[in-house]
């Protein structure tokens, strides 16, 4: 059985409701049950799956905030998993949950539209905060838009618009994209930027900045010729829009 790391403290803070509804998918008993005897200790209400196709069932009896699924589940893989429930309900966030440490790994759940990827084994505290960064993101979702040279980000739709149509981003790659355009022209802190997508600074190695930056750089030098992310060294990072 995968091991998880619980250090046995509780975090209360975070922008979530008290009743926030989760989704637990493992195949494993043990694994699946622990995870939700933590989650219901920090007041989230959860419900648990170990296939997809109960997953399934669950998702259209119920309505839920957030989803932790884990990758390797009998039959219906957790990438198919994801790509169902999101077609289903595009505003669920998801973190995949997986023992395989690998780049292609990591990029095939961002591209079935998880919001974020997590490696067995965890800390709990930073399952947690993984999870009130995905909640925040829906309790926080602004309406409007930001103009972005030859890009426009539909920050309520969640949507980025090019000229030739839509620039496909996950859920993270699309807040990290946000942040930066908020601040478009100035240097973001590291720091800043995980409080604002990850929703710690504390619990997760700031080396995840570079790595979702290196993900959103390729992205976009495909999609603008005018939108580009500049790199402050030791510092942060920077969106700059036009020639």
Not at 8 to 37: F, I, K, W, Y
Not at 98 to 118: E, I, K, P, S
Request: charged share 25%; proline share 3%; hydrophobic share 40%.
């Amino acid at each position: 059985m995968a091991r998880w790391a619980h250090n046995g403290q509780h975090e209360t803070n975070g922008c979530r409701s008290p009743m926030s509804r989760v989704l637990v998918v493992d195949d494993e008993p043990e694994m699946g049950g622990l995870l939700a005897r933590g989650l219901r200790a920090e007041g989230y209400d959860v419900d648990v799956a170990d296939h997809g196709i109960g997953a399934l069932t669950l998702a259209g009896e119920n309505e839920y905030q957030a989803a932790l699924v884990d990758v390797m589940l009998p039959g219906m893989s957790g990438f198919e998993l994801c790509r169902h429930l999101k077609a289903r309900t595009p505003g669920l966030g998801i973190i995949l949950v997986t023992a395989r440490d690998a780049v292609d790994d990591r990029v095939r759940g961002l591209d079935a539209g998880a919001d974020d990827y997590l490696i067995k084994p965890f800390a709990f505290a930073e399952l947690t905060a993984r999870l009130r960064s995905v909640l925040r993101r829906e309790a926080l979702s602004p309406s409007g838009q930001i103009e972005l040279a030859d890009l426009t980000l539909d920050i309520a739709r969640r949507k980025v618009i090019t000229a030739d149509g839509e620039l496909r981003l996950s859920g993270t790659e699309f807040d990290l994209l946000r942040v930066l355009a908020e601040h478009v022209g100035q240097t973001v802190p590291r720091s800043e930027i995980l409080d604002e997508v990850w929703g710690s600074a504390r619990y997760i190695d700031q080396n995840i900045v570079d790595q979702y930056v290196s993900y959103l750089r390729k992205k976009l030098d495909r999609a603008s010729e005018t939108v580009r992310i500049v790199t402050a060294r030791g510092v942060g990072f920077a969106l700059q829009a036009g020639r």
